[in-house]
């Protein structure tokens, strides 16, 4: 019945097909030629170069047959397809799960997985067009919508669920050091994109140069724990007011930029921030950094096998035997406690005034100011209140690490921090946890490419363009409800 | 239908020599005129005739080039030339605007709500009160709700308030504009061309909610209009502007019949206008 429908409306054009096919491995052979094909390798000294050919060969065929299946599906011959996808796909996931990886003439785990992945979602593709379920591209849409609008009510559970689950994390029987080293690095994001989320999400004021304020509060508590020996909690509200003031001061001359003027002035700031942490020898140590940055202790008792004299360590504390482990799943448990802070403040402030004035600045200044809204006053405490958790987030980073240089604060990082954001979708506060995860956690499972892995994350973000333009989950939830508002119905 | 004497009582807005130029080309030259509360003063012209300039060196938008423009509340009184634009919605000037700007990606209420900012802003004592959701502030925003509720109602919106404003038709959008500026509890109201794109039917519903501000908020509403309807059937009193200048000023018969009026619409042939009303 299926095969009568698909061959109804087209008559199936193998030369098509196939014409199609060897235009696009000739495409892939012109690219990947030199980009594969030629490997420089340091020999005794001077760089040699070994050609890959093979490699090139198996990248074109690849190529060419993933077209090819495509192709035979646009023109409606769904079967050969099926068939061919379905059968590569199994037999590269039999060889791979049958121990045969030796079977398979790719460099690298990651690159059988994704192969056999592509094999499988055109075989997949040829299924689902059989059996006549393909969504327009208008409702696969609004299914998404409808996915984010659900996700974004389910958020009463959901939430505290993922609270229960990140409390969990340090003690599952997979979490090695490793592990919750990434859970940290993940949750550093996670608080970074929630306090950007009030300046871009909320606000509306694009903001390139976010990693300052990052690089602010980072060098205040190593400044300050490293001279006058403060310790991190009394350090802590001091780089954050340090990082708001910084915010303030980005805010003054902006005031007036919108849009594109505005990111490219953060932007600036941003490089500012950093060229002046190179070059203000006396105070940051320039580029050789900060070192020696003391750790937080758990409340006074520090977390050392063999405490000075007089001091109590916390394994001594509790009678229990010494783990480095400790001092790892403290500071994951204290980025946990500053994220939900963050959390919490951007979901309070959301249903306050304040925050109503930066979602209404958002859509529209100049009614704002038609309605006695104060631009400069918002403007400036949405980015000194973005600036001071990013502060908190510096702190925490800098005791952590132990040593901060200005090589950790490039542009990068506030592209990243913007691209959970952005890709999370504008205000969701579920979503930046997704693309943190996503952006950051992704980069690290596929270490086995090696610097390849920066290609993985761009395949990712280039997917969600395309697929989700407005970001993952993106959907608003009124801030305020008229309970009892009568039901609405159609004009008549 | 008051006299414009200029007694002890100030009027509710006075414009004094209004003149604003852009470079070389005046808008608004030398204008006078005052708007009294419990009135709708409507400003009418032939297009460019600097209406919107009016209303915009009035609410502060621009910094008017020459001229005075006092406001007299009993709260006080305000140089309005002086001041900055969200100060003087403050102090109770609110408007609407030509193309309807609203906040689209926020529901009805919310736009209402937020209307409301400087009020709340204070309940909340600047967040502080509101975080730790204090009853001081649980209060102020039920007081706020049902501001936006009872305007909501009065506009016929009640039922679209959790809906986003800008999934709302085109009449409605009108409507919730008008809601929201008088959510600010103002004592002037400007409304810029509130009747564009109205059907008749929609037209005349906003005739009736126009005349029920006034009667019942007791404020000053000061209109630009294009629809003569809506013009000749509700003012109080008319000011006609032409090329930047006050060519008329009286109530909508006196208006009518001044042969100004009638150049500056239908042309030079006076004799022509037989009706003499300019629709």
Same mark, same amino acid.
Request: proline residues 5%.
């Given at each position: 019945?299926?095969?009568?429908?698909?061959?109804?409306? #087209?008559?199936?054009?193998?030369?098509?097909?196939?014409?199609?096919?060897?235009?696009?491995?000739?495409?892939?052979?012109?690219?990947?030629?030199?980009?594969?094909?030629?490997?420089?390798?340091?020999?005794?000294?001077?760089?040699? /170069?070994?050609? #890959?050919?093979?490699?090139?060969?198996?990248?074109?065929?690849?190529?060419?047959?993933?077209?090819?299946?495509?192709?035979?599906?646009?023109?409606?011959?769904?079967?050969?397809?099926?068939?061919?996808?379905?059968g590569f796909a199994l037999l590269t996931i039999v060889a791979?799960?049958?121990?045969?990886?030796?079977?398979?003439?790719?460099?690298?785990?990651?690159?059988?997985?994704?192969?056999?992945? @592509?094999?499988? /979602?055109?075989?997949?593709?040829?299924?689902?067009?059989?059996?006549?379920?393909?969504?327009?591209?208008?409702?696969?849409?609004?299914?998404?919508?409808?996915?984010?609008?659900?996700?974004?009510?389910?958020?009463?559970?959901?939430?505290?669920?993922?609270?229960? &689950?990140?409390?969990?994390?340090?003690?599952?029987? @997979?979490?090695? %050091?490793?592990?919750?080293?990434?859970?940290?690095?993940?949750?550093?994001?996670?608080?970074?994109?929630?306090?950007?989320?009030?300046?871009?999400?909320?606000?509306?004021?694009?903001?390139?140069?976010?990693?300052?304020?990052?690089?602010?509060?980072?060098?205040?508590?190593?400044?300050?724990? +490293?001279?006058?020996?403060?310790?991190?909690?009394?350090?802590?509200?001091?780089?954050?007011?340090?990082?708001?003031?910084?915010?303030?001061?980005?805010? @003054?001359?902006?005031?007036?930029?919108?849009?594109?003027?505005?990111? /490219?002035?953060?932007?600036?700031? !941003?490089?500012?921030?950093?060229?002046?942490?190179?070059?203000?020898?006396?105070?940051?140590? !320039?580029?050789?950094?900060?070192?020696?940055?003391?750790?937080?202790?758990?409340?006074?008792?520090?977390?050392?096998?063999?405490?000075?004299?007089?001091?109590?360590?916390?394994?001594?504390?509790?009678?229990?035997?010494?783990?480095?482990?400790? #001092?790892?799943?403290?500071?994951?448990?204290?980025?946990?406690?500053?994220?939900?802070?963050?959390?919490?403040?951007?979901? #309070?402030?959301?249903?306050?005034?304040?925050?109503?004035?930066?979602?209404?600045?958002?859509?529209?200044?100049?009614?704002?100011?038609?309605?006695?809204?104060?631009?400069?006053?918002?403007?400036?405490?949405?980015?000194?209140?973005?600036?001071?958790?990013?502060?908190?987030?510096?702190?925490?980073?800098?005791?952590?690490?132990?040593?901060?240089?200005?090589?950790?604060?490039?542009? &990068?990082?506030?592209?990243?921090?913007?691209? &959970?954001?952005?890709?999370?979708?504008?205000?969701?506060?579920?979503?930046?946890? /997704?693309?943190?995860?996503?952006?950051?956690?992704?980069?690290?499972?596929?270490?086995?490419?090696?610097?390849?892995?920066?290609?993985?994350?761009?395949?990712?973000?280039?997917?969600?363009?395309?697929?989700?333009?407005? !970001?993952? +989950?993106?959907? %608003?939830?009124?801030t305020i409800r008229l309970a009892d508002a009568p039901i609405?119905?159609?004009?008549? | 239908?008051?006299?414009? *004497?200029?007694?002890?009582?100030?009027?509710?807005?006075?414009?004094?020599?209004?003149?604003?130029?852009?470079?070389?080309?005046?808008?608004?030259?030398?204008?006078?005129?005052?708007?009294?509360?419990?009135? =709708?003063?409507?400003?009418?012209?032939?297009?460019?005739?600097?209406?919107?300039?009016?209303?915009?060196?009035?609410?502060?938008?621009?910094?008017?080039?020459?001229?005075?423009?006092?406001?007299?509340?009993?709260?006080?009184?305000?140089?309005?030339?002086?001041?900055?634009?969200?100060?003087?919605?403050?102090?109770?000037?609110?408007?609407?605007?030509?193309?309807?700007?609203?906040?689209?990606?926020?529901?009805?209420?919310?736009?209402?709500?937020?209307?409301?900012?400087?009020?709340?802003?204070?309940?909340?004592?600047?967040?502080?009160?509101?975080?730790?959701?204090?009853?001081?502030?649980?209060?102020?925003?039920?007081?706020?709700?049902?501001?936006?509720?009872?305007?909501?109602?009065?506009?016929?919106?009640?039922?679209?308030?959790?809906?986003?404003?800008?999934?709302?038709?085109?009449?409605?959008?009108?409507?919730?504009?008008?809601?929201?500026?008088?959510?600010?509890?103002?004592?002037?109201?400007?409304?810029?061309?509130?009747?564009?794109?109205?059907?008749?039917?929609?037209?005349?519903?906003?005739?009736?909610?126009?005349?029920?501000?006034?009667?019942?908020?007791?404020?000053?509403?000061?209109?630009?209009?294009?629809?003569?309807?809506?013009?000749?059937? =509700?003012?109080?009193?008319?000011?006609?502007?032409?090329?930047?200048?006050?060519?008329?000023?009286?109530?909508?018969?006196?208006?009518? *019949?001044?042969?100004?009026?009638?150049?500056?619409?239908?042309?030079?042939?006076?004799?022509?206008?037989?009706?003499?009303?300019?629709?």
């Amino acid at each position: 019945m299926a095969v009568e429908a698909l061959a109804a409306p #087209r008559s199936a054009d193998l030369p098509a097909a196939l014409k199609e096919a060897l235009l696009a491995g000739l495409v892939a052979l012109g690219l990947a030629l030199f980009m594969v094909g030629l490997q420089t390798v340091p020999e005794g000294g001077t760089l040699t /170069i070994h050609t #890959r050919f093979a490699a090139v060969g198996m990248v074109v065929v690849l190529v060419f047959f993933g077209r090819f299946g495509l192709a035979l599906l646009h023109q409606g011959m769904a079967w050969p397809a099926a068939i061919g996808g379905g059968g590569f796909a199994l037999l590269t996931i039999v060889a791979l799960l049958g121990d045969h990886r030796a079977l398979l003439p790719f460099p690298s785990v990651v690159v059988d997985w994704i192969v056999a992945l @592509f094999a499988a /979602i055109i075989a997949l593709r040829a299924a689902l067009s059989m059996i006549h379920v393909q969504a327009p591209v208008a409702d696969r849409d609004s299914l998404m919508d409808r996915i984010g609008a659900s996700v974004q009510r389910a958020s009463i559970w959901l939430g505290p669920v993922a609270i229960v &689950i990140a409390v969990a994390l340090p003690f599952m029987p @997979f979490a090695d %050091r490793r592990f919750v080293d990434l859970a940290i690095l993940v949750m550093t994001y996670v608080m970074l994109g929630w306090g950007l989320n009030i300046v871009v999400g909320l606000a509306g004021l694009l903001d390139l140069g976010y990693v300052a304020f990052y690089a602010v509060g980072a060098y205040s508590y190593a400044l300050i724990a +490293l001279n006058f020996g403060f310790s991190f909690w009394v350090c802590l509200p001091v780089a954050g007011a340090l990082a708001a003031s910084a915010g303030v001061m980005l805010g @003054f001359p902006v005031l007036r930029l919108r849009g594109d003027y505005l990111a /490219i002035v953060t932007l600036g700031f !941003g490089e500012m921030v950093r060229v002046i942490l190179i070059n203000w020898y006396k105070l940051t140590n !320039g580029p050789d950094g900060l070192s020696s940055i003391p750790r937080p202790s758990f409340f006074g008792f520090p977390f050392t096998r063999r405490p000075e004299e007089g001091v109590t360590a916390f394994h001594q504390l509790f009678d229990i035997p010494y783990s480095s482990m400790h #001092r790892i799943i403290f500071l994951y448990y204290l980025i946990l406690a500053m994220a939900m802070v963050t959390n919490l403040f951007t979901i #309070r402030i959301r249903k306050l005034p304040l925050g109503r004035a930066w979602e209404a600045l958002r859509e529209d200044e100049i009614a704002c100011r038609s309605l006695g809204i104060n631009p400069t006053n918002t403007k400036l405490t949405a980015f000194g209140i973005g600036a001071m958790f990013a502060g908190f987030a510096g702190s925490f980073f800098a005791t952590r690490q132990g040593f901060i240089s200005p090589e950790s604060f490039t542009f &990068i990082e506030s592209a990243i921090i913007l691209s &959970i954001v952005v890709l999370g979708g504008m205000g969701s506060q579920i979503g930046v946890v /997704i693309a943190a995860i996503l952006l950051i956690g992704t980069p690290e499972w596929f270490r086995d490419l090696a610097q390849f892995r920066m290609l993985a994350f761009g395949a990712g973000m280039v997917a969600i363009m395309i697929w989700r333009p407005r !970001g993952l +989950l993106a959907h %608003r939830e009124p801030t305020i409800r008229l309970a009892d508002a009568p039901i609405a119905q159609p004009p008549p | 239908m008051r006299d414009d *004497h200029d007694g002890a009582a100030m009027p509710l807005l006075r414009v004094e020599h209004l003149t604003m130029r852009f470079g070389g080309l005046v808008a608004v030259d030398e204008l006078s005129f005052a708007a009294h509360d419990r009135a =709708i003063t409507a400003i009418i012209g032939p297009n460019g005739a600097g209406k919107t300039t009016v209303f915009n060196c009035i609410t502060g938008f621009y910094k008017p080039t020459v001229g005075r423009l006092t406001l007299t509340t009993p709260r006080g009184r305000y140089y309005l030339e002086r001041m900055e634009g969200f100060r003087i919605a403050q102090i109770g000037v609110a408007r609407t605007f030509q193309n309807v700007r609203l906040f689209t990606g926020m529901s009805v209420l919310e736009n209402l709500v937020a209307a409301q900012h400087n009020k709340l802003m204070a309940a909340s004592l600047f967040s502080i009160a509101g975080i730790f959701n204090l009853g001081r502030y649980r209060r102020a925003e039920s007081e706020a709700t049902e501001l936006a509720r009872y305007w909501l109602e009065r506009v016929g919106l009640i039922a679209v308030a959790n809906e986003p404003a800008g999934s709302l038709p085109y009449g409605d959008q009108r409507r919730l504009e008008i809601a929201r500026a008088m959510c600010i509890e103002p004592v002037v109201l400007c409304l810029d061309e509130p009747a564009a794109g109205l059907n008749p039917r929609e037209s005349a519903e906003l005739n009736q909610l126009l005349v029920a501000i006034r009667d019942e908020q007791g404020i000053g509403v000061l209109l630009i209009e294009h629809d003569m309807s809506v013009v000749m059937g =509700i003012s109080d009193r008319i000011v006609v502007l032409d090329y930047g200048r006050k060519i008329a000023d009286g109530t909508s018969d006196e208006v009518r *019949h001044d042969p100004a009026v009638i150049r500056a619409y239908l042309g030079e042939e006076e004799e022509t206008a037989e009706e003499g009303a300019p629709c």
